[in-house]
């Protein structure tokens, strides 16, 4: 009998991690699951699923969850799946450089930290997938969302030349980029801006109880919000597919916002986006 193939997969509390997690699993494949608050990992270790403890921004968690997951599947490792990640909101000027810091950290230096030290794994074993999840906005940038917009734009650029400088392997580089997807990050949203950023005194303090408002209802209402399984759909792709594609854009107003940027002149385009 064949071993499962087996996947890393980060960010498994709620969400996209946590449906992904669970629906690999479902699908035969053997889940290292990672979470950061105890109580989300005994949950997902009460289902089953092989969870450990993991912050991007702690080097030392991740050197111990690879050394933890390899030692389980005796030093190889078929996909990993970047997913967790948080949005720091706030206008550019009030942003202070520790706070686009901890997002470049937790969204960012965390993922090449994780990725590069799988690489060698996935050379040796001669294949492997590597799959980030990005956002529309590492393609198309949004007010108020400059941290994040700002991460997921070097995540682009950082995992597409991955793609490249792996072109003559079958190591296959792979990033999603969701438009609204139903998950929590628009109430972690809320908690680091209102952390972070000074509301009341800022130039922008009418247009940020605009964008309270909306992070308290859980962002973007509209029907055009998919459910995480839309995620999955073109995760599975990725993973198995003899032919992965480089993007995977999900939502129609993702699609959308992909279609202006080709079509439409760049001041034209910022101009319709600046209205949002």
């Known amino acids: 009998m064949s071993q499962p193939r087996t996947i890393l997969i980060t960010g498994c509390s709620s969400g996209i991690g946590a449906h992904c997690a669970r629906a690999l699993k479902a699908d035969g ?3 290292f699951a ?19 403890y993991l912050d991007y921004s702690e080097p030392e968690s991740i050197s111990a969850l690879v050394e933890t997951v390899l030692e389980r599947t005796g030093g190889t490792l078929d996909a990993l799946f970047n997913n967790g990640a948080y949005s720091q909101a706030g206008a550019i000027e009030d942003l202070e450089t ?7 950290e937790a969204n960012f230096f965390g993922w090449h930290d994780l990725t590069r030290r799988l690489v060698p794994v996935m050379r040796k074993q001669g294949h492997g997938r590597i799959v980030q999840c990005s956002s529309i906005l590492g393609l198309v940038p949004m007010r108020w969302r400059g941290a994040y917009t700002a ?4 995540l682009e650029g ?14 296959h580089v792979s990033l999603i980029e969701p438009g609204p997807i139903e998950t929590k990050i628009a109430i972690n949203a809320l908690y680091h801006i209102e952390k972070n950023i000074d509301l009341k005194g800022s130039v922008h303090h009418v247009s940020y109880e605009k964008e309270l408002q909306r992070l308290r209802q ?13 995620v999955y759909t073109v995760l599975k792709h990725a993973l198995e597919s003899n032919r992965p594609k480089p993007h995977y854009v999900i939502t129609r107003p993702a699609r959308l916002a992909m279609l202006m940027r080709r079509l439409l002149p760049a001041a ?7 209205k949002r």
Do not use: C, N
């Open 218 to 230: 859980g962002g973007v209402r509209s029907k055009t919000k998919l459910k995480p399984d839309a």
């Open 151 to 154: 991460s997921k734009f070097a």
């Open 98 to 104: 520790d706070v686009l810091r901890a997002q470049f």
């Open 158 to 171: 950082l995992s597409i030349t991955l793609r490249h400088e792996l072109a003559d392997t079958d190591i």
């Open 34 to 52: 990672t979470a950061r608050k105890p109580q989300d990992i005994e949950l997902l270790q009460s289902e089953g699923l092989e969870t450990f």
């Open 29 to 31: 494949w053997r889940v």
């Open 268 to 274: 034209l385009m910022y101009s319709i986006l600046e």
